[in-house]
C-alpha cells in the first residue's frame, strides 16, 4: 500500500478483496470514506458474507446493494430500448459499466452506473445520432461555440438524455479526443470488438478494455476522488490477468495503440493501493514516467483521487493538487494553440454570466 493512502483509505482499500473486523465505531468511519469514493456498493459485495458485522452496518449495505441493483436495472432498461436502434451494418460498442455487466464481469458488482456510453465509427457517427434523436433521446441546448467544440475538438457528441429517465447517454467515435496527446486512428478498436452474447452489441477486446479504463481514468478527467476507476482497473486485471498470454498481448496492444503511458499509471497506483497482483516484469517492461516526474504524480495523484478528511473542507493542499490536475486533463486534451484561447473563453463567458446573475438577483435589503 502506497504511503500516501491514510490508514483509513488503505482498510477500505483493502476490504474491497478481503473481509475485516471493526467496532461500529469504525464501521461507521469506514462507511463515510466509502460514501465519499462512490465505493460503499462494492464494499457492501466483499463484505456481505463477513460474520460479526453490526446490525445497522448490514443496513447500510443492504441500502448500497439495492441502489446499486437499481440503477443496473434502469441501465438494463435502457439497453433494451437502445438495442432496436443497433441493426445498422457497423457495430455498437459498449463501453465500461455497460459492458461489464452485460459480460457478467465479477468486478461489475456493486459498481454504480451513472450512464451509458455507446462507442461507433466516426464514418456512422451522425447515423447513429439520427436514429438516437428520432427516438426520443435529446441534449441540451448549446451554444455554436460548445456545439463546434464537440463536433470538432472531442470524441464524443453532447450528452443525450431521454425524457423522464436518470441516465445520461454518451456517444462515442473514439476514446480518445482528437486533439489529444494520445489521439489515435481507432480503426483497430473494432477490428477486433467481441459481439456480447444474446445482444446486438459489441464490447472492445479485453486488453482494450483495460487500456481504455486506464486512459479514462488518466488521461480524460480531472481525477478528483476518482479513485473508484483505480478499483475499476484492478477488477479488471485480477478477473483477466488469468488468461494464457494476457500480460504480453496487454503490453503488445498498449505498444500499438501508443497508450504505453496511461497503463503504466494505471498498473503502478493498482499495484500500490490495492496490491493488484501486476507482475513486477509487466510494469517494468514499460516505459516509465522520468523519476521527477513519477514523484510529483505519486503525490498529486494520491492527494486527489483519494478521500482525505471528510469533516472539513478540501486542505490547501489538496485544492492544490486538484487544480494542478485539472490543468493536466485540459493539457492533454488539447494543444495549447487550441486550449489558450478555449479556457479564455470560457473564463469570460462565466463572468459574463456571474455579472449578469447578480444584476438580476433581487436587492437582499429590498422589502
Not at 476490504?15 to 466509502?34: V, Y
Not at 462494492?42 to 458474507?49: E, V, Y
Not at 478494455?209 to 476522488?225: P, Y
Not at 485480477?238 to 503511458?261: I, K, N, P, T, Y
Request: charged share 20%.
Amino acid at each position: 500500500m502506497s504511503p500516501r493512502a491514510s490508514a483509513q483509505t488503505a482498510l477500505l482499500l483493502r476490504a474491497l478483496h478481503a473481509p475485516i473486523e471493526l467496532d461500529e465505531p469504525g464501521w461507521d468511519s469506514l462507511l463515510r470514506r466509502a460514501r465519499a469514493s462512490g465505493l460503499h456498493a462494492r464494499l457492501a459485495a466483499a463484505q456481505a458474507a463477513t460474520p460479526g458485522l453490526p446490525d445497522v452496518v448490514r443496513r447500510h449495505f443492504l441500502s448500497a446493494t439495492r441502489i446499486a441493483a437499481y440503477r443496473r436495472k434502469l441501465m438494463e432498461a435502457e439497453l433494451f430500448q437502445l438495442a432496436a436502434l443497433c441493426d445498422t451494418g457497423f457495430p455498437v460498442v459498449l463501453l465500461k459499466g455497460a459492458a461489464y455487466a452485460l459480460q457478467r464481469r465479477r468486478m461489475a458488482t456493486g459498481r454504480f452506473v451513472s450512464d451509458v456510453d455507446l462507442l461507433v465509427p466516426a464514418a456512422h457517427l451522425r447515423t447513429m445520432e439520427q436514429a438516437l434523436r428520432a427516438a426520443g433521446w435529446r441534449s441540451e441546448a448549446l451554444s455554436p461555440y460548445d456545439e463546434r467544440y464537440y463536433r470538432d475538438w472531442s470524441h464524443e457528441t453532447p450528452p443525450l438524455r431521454f425524457p423522464g429517465h436518470s441516465l445520461e447517454l454518451d456517444l462515442h467515435h473514439a476514446i480518445t479526443p482528437v486533439t489529444g496527446s494520445l489521439a489515435f486512428d481507432p480503426a483497430p478498436l473494432f477490428a477486433r470488438a467481441e459481439p456480447i452474447a444474446g445482444t446486438p452489441f459489441h464490447a472492445l477486446a479485453t486488453e482494450d478494455q483495460v487500456l481504455h479504463a486506464c486512459v479514462h481514468c488518466f488521461h480524460d478527467g480531472d481525477l478528483a476522488l476518482r479513485v473508484r476507476e483505480v478499483v475499476d482497473i484492478d477488477g479488471l486485471l485480477r478477473e483477466l490477468a488469468g488468461q494464457a498470454g494476457f500480460w504480453d498481448r496487454l503490453l503488445a496492444r498498449a505498444a500499438e495503440l501508443g497508450l504505453q503511458r496511461p497503463l503504466w499509471y494505471g498498473l503502478h497506483f493498482a499495484r500500490a493501493w490495492l496490491d493488484c497482483p501486476v507482475p513486477g516484469a509487466v510494469l517494468a517492461a514499460l516505459p516509465p514516467p522520468a523519476a521527477p516526474l513519477r514523484r510529483i504524480m505519486d503525490t498529486l495523484v494520491a492527494l486527489t483521487m483519494l478521500p482525505g478528511d471528510l469533516d472539513g473542507p478540501p486542505s490547501p493542499g489538496v485544492r492544490l493538487a486538484r487544480a494542478a490536475m485539472l490543468a493536466r486533463y485540459h493539457r492533454l486534451r488539447m494543444p495549447a494553440h487550441l486550449l489558450l484561447p478555449h479556457l479564455v473563453r470560457k473564463t469570460l463567458l462565466r463572468l459574463r454570466a456571474s455579472v449578469a446573475a447578480k444584476k438580476e438577483a433581487p436587492d437582499a435589503g429590498a422589502p
